[in-house]
Structure formats: structure tokens, C-alpha cells
């Protein structure tokens, strides 16, 4: 039988190897050819040229285990972690792609047959999703593969109609999700409290079926393709029987070693949690090239590094400690992935340089952050404070909200954004004075505020 996550992979590759697909490694984290892309977050990311006919590769049936991040940019996850049994900054994305090949047809009853024949999950637990003018996979579901029309729906664009950019290549997605039981809160699909737990997404089937034009007419590709995702920490908590992705065996041995560090027994708390999954997120990163600044990439991966130091200094840990994981992370995941032990050291070594520079500031900001919230009046953390925490002790904005979310309290972004503003008139201002001496003006990117989401789009372009 299947249970471990290494097993779940293997089995996909292998499924989809004995249908004719090429096995495909996963590629960085850091996409090739596409600087409007912050970070690969999609199984399909490597191979947008080739569904736009710009690339020909020898096959044209791929499967692939993608490390994915949705940390910063258009996907984000960041503010989830913690807080759903579900998101990570950092996951792998099992995938199976037809170039103009399959279609809907086979893709349906792959993933059938993949999730109740070859993991024996009990079909009376998967729900399927279509969209709503999708009459074709509707039938495909309900005719031919007999699913239960009680557990199947059909959603809005929102969910259900995916597009690879405003032109281009777009179509509708089926979605198979698994029920949790009544014990987790959470509904169906398409119901008021679909955001629970319960009712899990674990594999989107995108019909890649039309190209939209510039004005926004849709024409139906020569040769429609297919994209598929699922989450392998999802099906992973599925197959071993547990309701939170934390509880998987990818994730045991990291919070175990967190828990160690900690001097804690409380598996299940959740700065524990945000640990693991941010030393994942964090070190693959760096294996892939990235580096903590204060821009673009490197500041994603410097906001990760800081919020999980902040959850182990809460734990009460007082020493560097986020660099000491890498060493259980390699033992879960360096099999799969060799580029991870292969920079064990350069991973290491940047981690406890980025935590032993943040230590410098954080235990005084957090004090500051505390004396104000004593005399708050309101739920609201003044705009005034957020920047100072920013600008004098490194305390990346949404670390901030983190800390302020704990308690219930918000952020007033429009006061934090205003007085970024003074900053920046501020600089430009000495900028031109400094200008006329040399151009030695170094304000060490700190004014480059690209990285929190709020200005998502300016997040997405590097
Ligand atoms: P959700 O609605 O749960 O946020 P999604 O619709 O954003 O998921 P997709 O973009 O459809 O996700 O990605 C395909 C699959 O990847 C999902 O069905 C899920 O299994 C997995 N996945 C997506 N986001 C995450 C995440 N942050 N952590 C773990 N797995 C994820
Ligand atoms: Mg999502
Ligand atoms: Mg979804
Ligand atoms: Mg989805």
C-alpha cells in the first residue's frame, strides 16, 4: 500500500509514466525566462512555453513533482499559514500535462482513477467541481465516470475558470476535493463556509481550451491542452489519515526538531507550525539562488526568514536556531531533492547570518511594539508605529500584522503607506542634494518598499 509522501510521489510519476507521460524533474523556484513571475507557483510555470507553442520539447505528455511558492506576489499564502490546516508558503505540486494531446476525457479519469484505484480513496468522499457552462466535463463526471450527483457542482469563474494572463491561453477547471468529516469545521464547495477545513481542495484539472484576445473574445485553440495540480501534502494528510497537512510525515521530523530547540512537548502549536513550514519555504529559496535584501525576491525570502525567527523567539528561544533545521529538512527531503543537501552549507550559513542580524533588533522593537499596544485605544496599530518598526528595527510590515493578529488588532495601512511616502519625498529630496556631490547616495534599498502585497501587482514585477 501507499502512505508516505515519498511513496505518493512515486506512485504519480509512475501512473502517469505507464500512460505515455515523460517524468519530468521539478525546476527552480526562481522561474527562467519570466521576470513578471515572482516565484514558480504552479506545476505549469516551467512549461508556459511549450502550451504557447514557443517551445517544443520531445513529448507531449509531461508529469512533474514542482516545488512551488506562494509567498508575496499574486498567490499568496503567507497570511494562511498557521491559520488553515491547509496552506504553505512552500509544497510540492503533482502534475500531469497534455501539450495538444489528451483532453478532458482522459484527464477526468486519470485523476479517477489515480485517487480511487491506485490510492483506494473511497470515492463517497470526493466531491467534484466543474464550471458552470462546462456541460462537456459535467457529463464526462456524471455519465461516464458516476459520480454522485449529490456530492458535484458547478462553480462560478471565480474558482472555475482559469487564464494564464488578461490574453492567451484560459479555460474552465474541475476540482476534486475531500471531505473531512463532520468533525472539521468547514462546507461543501460553493457553499457560504466552503473556507474550512473540511471540505479539502486537492486536485484542479485546467482545460486549457480558448485563447482570449486583446479584446477579450474568446477563440478555441487548435489543439487544447491540460494542466493539473494537487497538492502532495494534501493527498499526503488524506492517505495517512489525518486532517491537518502539519501531521503528515514531511512535517513530523521538522517539528519535532523545532519542538526539541523549544524545549516544548506541545507538538500542535502553532509557531511550531509556521516553523516548519517557513525553513521549507526558506531554504529551497536559497538553494535556488535567492538571497535575504531588502527587494523583490530577496525581501520575500527575508520577510519568511523574520516572521519564522520572530515564532521562535515567541517560543522562547534565544539563541539562533532557524539555520539548526536544516539538517532534519535534508534527512526528510534531500532524497527527492539533491540540490538541497548539495548547498547545505551556503543555506546554513545565510539563515544564521539573517537571524543573528534581525536578532540585533527584534527583541527592542517588540518591546516598542508592546509598550504601544498598552496604551492603544481601539484595534487599530497606528500607521506611525508599523513604519517605525519597518525603518529602525527591520520589522517587515506583515510581521507586524502577524504579531497584531495574535491579539485581535489590525494594521492602518493607509497610515503606514503615508508615511512611507514622507520617507521616500524625504530621500528623493537628499537624493538630488547628494546627486550633485558624486552620486554617492546609498539608502541601501530600504526606500525599494516592493514587497508586501498590499501593492500586489508591484509585487509581481520584479
Ligand atoms: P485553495 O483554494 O485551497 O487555496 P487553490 O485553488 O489556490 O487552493 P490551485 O491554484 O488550484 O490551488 O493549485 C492546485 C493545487 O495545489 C490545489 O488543489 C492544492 O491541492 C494545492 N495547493 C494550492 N495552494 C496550496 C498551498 N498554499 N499549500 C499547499 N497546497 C496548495
Ligand atoms: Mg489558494
Ligand atoms: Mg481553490
Ligand atoms: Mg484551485
Not at 49 to 58: C, H, I, P, T, W
Not at 242 to 260: E, G, S, W
Not at 364 to 390: C, H, I, M, N, W
Not at 420 to 444: C, I, K, N, P, V
Amino acid at each position: 500500500t501507499i502512505t508516505t509522501s515519498a511513496e505518493i510521489r512515486e506512485a504519480f510519476h509512475r501512473f502517469f509514466a505507464e500512460r505515455g507521460h515523460e517524468i519530468v524533474p521539478s525546476a527552480s523556484l526562481v522561474p527562467a525566462n519570466d521576470p513578471t513571475l515572482l516565484f514558480t507557483n504552479a506545476g505549469m510555470v516551467p512549461f508556459k512555453d511549450v502550451f504557447l507553442g514557443r517551445e517544443r520539447r520531445g513529448y507531449d505528455r509531461a508529469v512533474s513533482s514542482q516545488r512551488c511558492v506562494r509567498a508575496g506576489g499574486k498567490h499568496n499564502d503567507l497570511e494562511n499559514v498557521g491559520y488553515t490546516a491547509r496552506h504553505h508558503t512552500f509544497f510540492e505540486m503533482l502534475g500531469n500535462f497534455s501539450f495538444g494531446d489528451y483532453f478532458k476525457r482522459d484527464a477526468i479519469r486519470y485523476a479517477w482513477a489515480f485517487l480511487t484505484e491506485v490510492l483506494e480513496l473511497p470515492p463517497e468522499k470526493l466531491w467534484v467541481t466543474v464550471y458552470e457552462e462546462d456541460d462537456e466535463a459535467a457529463a464526462i463526471w456524471l455519465d461516464e465516470v458516476g459520480v454522485n450527483p449529490q456530492r458535484f457542482g458547478r462553480i462560478g469563474a471565480a474558482d472555475n475558470f482559469w487564464s494564464m494572463g488578461d490574453t492567451g491561453p484560459c479555460g474552465p477547471c474541475s476540482e476534486i476535493f475531500y471531505d473531512h468529516g463532520p468533525g472539521v469545521p468547514g462546507g461543501p464547495p460553493g457553499s457560504p463556509d466552503e473556507d474550512g477545513d473540511r471540505f479539502v481542495e486537492i486536485w484542479n484539472l485546467v482545460f486549457m481550451q480558448y485563447d482570449r484576445g486583446g479584446d477579450g473574445a474568446l477563440t478555441p485553440l487548435p489543439k487544447p491542452s491540460i494542466d493539473t495540480g494537487m497538492g502532495l501534502e494534501r493527498v499526503a494528510a488524506v492517505v495517512q489519515g489525518v486532517t491537518n497537512n502539519f501531521d503528515i510525515d514531511l512535517f513530523r521530523r521538522l517539528i519535532a526538531a523545532a519542538a526539541t530547540l523549544a524545549n516544548t512537548s506541545d507538538h500542535e502549536n502553532s509557531s511550531l507550525r509556521v516553523i516548519a513550514d517557513h525553513i521549507r519555504a526558506c531554504a529551497f529559496l536559497v538553494v535556488d539562488g535567492v538571497l535575504p535584501s531588502n527587494e523583490g525576491r530577496g525581501y520575500v525570502l527575508r520577510r519568511i526568514i523574520r516572521r519564522a525567527v520572530r515564532h521562535g523567539y515567541k517560543l522562547g528561544i534565544d539563541e539562533p536556531f532557524f539555520y539548526r533545521l536544516v539538517e532534519p529538512l535534508i534527512a526528510e527531503m534531500g532524497e527527492a531533492f539533491p540540490e538541497l543537501p548539495a548547498n547545505r552549507a551556503l543555506v546554513e550559513r545565510v539563515l544564521k547570518q539573517e537571524e543573528e542580524r534581525f536578532r540585533e533588533t527584534l527583541a527592542q522593537g517588540l518591546r516598542l511594539l508592546a509598550d504601544d499596544l498598552q496604551s492603544l485605544e481601539g484595534e487599530t496599530v497606528p500607521g506611525e508605529t508599523v513604519f517605525k518598526l519597518y525603518d529602525t528595527f527591520g520589522f517587515p510590515v506583515d510581521l507586524t500584522a502577524d504579531v497584531a493578529r495574535e491579539q485581535g488588532l489590525y494594521l492602518d495601512m493607509e497610515g503606514f503607506e503615508s508615511a512611507m511616502e514622507a520617507q521616500r519625498e524625504r530621500a528623493r529630496a537628499a537624493s538630488t542634494f547628494r546627486a550633485e556631490y558624486g552620486g554617492l547616495a546609498d539608502f541601501g534599498g530600504r526606500t525599494e518598499f516592493s514587497g508586501y502585497d498590499v501593492s500586489e501587482d508591484a509585487a509581481q514585477v520584479i
